[in-house]
């Protein structure tokens, strides 16, 4: 088959590859019909995720059609099409019986941090990802779920991470109605989560990034209003004099660990004194009012940041934070797509075949030709 | 309401805003809920993959977890790298530093096994062409 391969940071190629084949009794093999390019492959590319081996394929958001399946798989047959949960999960251990499906405990051999990953380096597993013509998922009786007939791949794609994930990250910030909400980060999980909060009831959202095209499509896609921190001298202060000098009721931390706003932390996250730029997170804090809630969703690697717990402990803050537990928001969020409530397919600006995929990433990378999202399409 | 955050909302459908404001309407609500298997297909009992060679797990666990990947197994001396960060706990920066110290000599040894295999390849090449120019020359 035919599956992109990381060959070094910021090095990436199309090859070709044994084919996938099942290997347990609960394993299905799908042929992908769309894969996207996450914000956090990009952390992959940069060679900022620790356990990255050269010849891995990246991808855990993908859409895919049943090839095949393992004795024991019940709830899948050979050409159904599904969309698949970026969190691989066994679906009765401890954390999986609670909800926790992203922190599963028997799918990631290599790390107590979270679940196995599809495509995210051997911390979360060493599990191929979908950026290739076909990929094995293990457990195919708990994360895949099957797409309706009437609905094309596209309009489901992102339940596999980003939307699960935008929407965690808003109902972590407590939203009982009316509170004020800034999002920091204008990328596609930062789009989900300021329409999450919404959803949720929130009475006024305001969006943060440095990249203009990203702050008009938030202001467009969102209904957001949006402020590119670059062009204002302090945003910590001008945030919260937007909100009567307290700050926002809640804030939520979009960016992860390339995040821009202090050459000092680029320098020591770029440079691996520190796991990532923690800016994002440290604005978050800062910025929210005391007693406040600051919800995480941003990637960031072990083993430390320099994150102001200070201020955190100080102001009475509540910060709530995990890998999205994807699984148990599927449902839920394929009836608002449905409904009409999220244009999940709308935040697509580009499309690619499979051989371009290198080149679709250096434009995401790039933020290059106004590009938002990026999906591929390995069987074009 | 400012009469911006009126304009900024407005787009937006009425059923839209506050359509999930009800605790009951949240799948993530409580986030650790009583337990249950996480979908009703869930296998109750699954079998353990066989342990292959080159694969890594954490110190604190025995064996393997029941499923793994076998995509990449240690090789080289990033492969060895790699075994003692793995025979390391996770929470001894050790551990990590020492994933990423192998991720870069991963790479070089990438690269040099490239340039060996074009280096090789070449020579074949050039002895080939001797070879062929003295046999048409006889």
């Given at each position: 088959m035919r599956a992109l391969s990381y060959l070094g940071p910021n090095k990436l190629k199309v090859v070709k590859k044994p084919d996938p084949c099942?290997?347990?009794?609960?394993d299905a093999i799908l042929k992908v019909t769309r894969a996207a390019i996450c914000g956090s492959d990009l952390h992959l590319l940069h060679g900022l995720?620790?356990?990255?081996?050269?010849?891995c394929t990246f991808g855990h958001e993908f859409t895919g059609t049943v090839e095949g399946v393992g004795?024991?798989?019940?709830n899948l047959r050979r050409g159904d099409r599904v969309v698949v949960p970026f969190n691989i999960s066994c679906g009765t251990c401890f954390y999986c019986s609670r909800g926790l499906s992203a922190n599963?405990?028997?799918?990631?051999?290599?790390?107590?941090?979270?679940s196995g990953v599809y495509g995210y380096s051997h911390t979360t597993g060493g599990y191929e990802g979908g950026q290739a013509e076909y990929v094995r998922v293990p457990f195919a009786d708990v994360g895949p779920m099957k797409i309706p007939?009437?609905?094309?791949?596209e309009e489901v794609l992102f339940l596999s991470d980003i939307l699960p994930t935008g929407y965690q990250g808003a109902e972590m910030g407590e939203i009982k109605g009316g509170e004020t909400v800034v999002v920091f980060g204008c990328g596609p999980v930062g789009l989900f989560a300021m329409k999450s909060a919404w959803l949720l009831g929130a009475g006024r959202v305001l969006a943060v990034d440095h990249v203009d095209y990203r702050l008009d499509f938030a202001r467009r896609y969102a209904g957001v209003e949006a402020v590119n921190?670059?062009?204002?001298?302090?945003i910590v202060a001008w945030l919260k004099d937007q909100f009567e000098?307290?700050?926002?009721d809640v804030v939520i931390e979009a960016?992860?660990?390339?995040?821009?706003?202090?050459k000092f932390h680029r320098m020591l996250g770029l440079g691996f004194?520190?796991?990532?730029?923690p800016v994002a997170i440290n604005w978050a804090i800062q910025t929210v009012r005391k007693g406040g809630n600051v919800s995480i969703i941003g990637v960031y690697g072990p083993p430390w940041n320099l994150v102001d717990i200070g201020t955190a402990m100080n102001k009475g803050l509540t910060l709530r934070m995990n890998q999205c537990n994807v699984r148990r928001y599927m449902t839920h969020l394929l009836k608002h797509i449905r409904e009409g409530r999220?244009?999940?397919?709308?935040?697509?600006?580009h499309r690619f075949p499979l051989e371009s995929a290198p080149k679709a990433y250096r434009m995401f990378s790039d933020k290059k030709?106004?590009?938002v999202k990026c999906v591929l399409m390995p069987a074009a | 309401m400012t009469d911006r955050q009126h304009q900024a909302r407005?787009?937006?459908?009425?059923?839209?805003?506050?359509?999930?404001?009800?605790?009951?309407?949240?799948?993530?609500?409580?986030?650790e809920r009583e337990?249950?298997?996480?979908?009703?297909?869930?296998?109750?009992r699954f079998e353990h993959m066989r342990r292959r060679h080159g694969l890594t797990h954490r110190a604190e666990l025995r064996s393997m977890t029941p499923v793994f990947s076998t995509a990449q197994p240690l090789h080289g001396l990033s492969g060895l790298l790699r075994r003692v960060a793995y025979s390391t706990?996770?929470?001894?920066a050790r551990h990590w530093m020492l994933l990423l110290a192998a991720d870069r000599v991963d790479v070089l040894e990438h690269r040099v096994g490239k340039l060996v295999k074009t280096a090789a390849l070449a020579s074949a090449g050039a002895v080939a062409v001797l070879v062929a120019t003295r046999f048409f020359r006889d």
């Open positions: 099942i290997e347990h009794e609960n995720v620790p356990d990255t081996r050269v010849g004795p024991s798989v019940k599963c405990e028997n799918t990631n051999p290599n790390s107590d941090l979270a007939d009437d609905m094309e791949e921190f670059k062009k204002v001298p302090d000098g307290r700050g926002p960016v992860g660990m390339e995040a821009e706003g202090s004194v520190q796991a990532g730029v999220i244009d999940a397919k709308g935040i697509i600006t030709d106004g590009c | 407005q787009h937006l459908d009425r059923p839209v805003v506050g359509a999930d404001l009800p605790k009951e309407e949240r799948p993530g609500v409580p986030m337990t249950r298997p996480l979908t009703p297909t869930a296998p109750e706990r996770e929470t001894r």
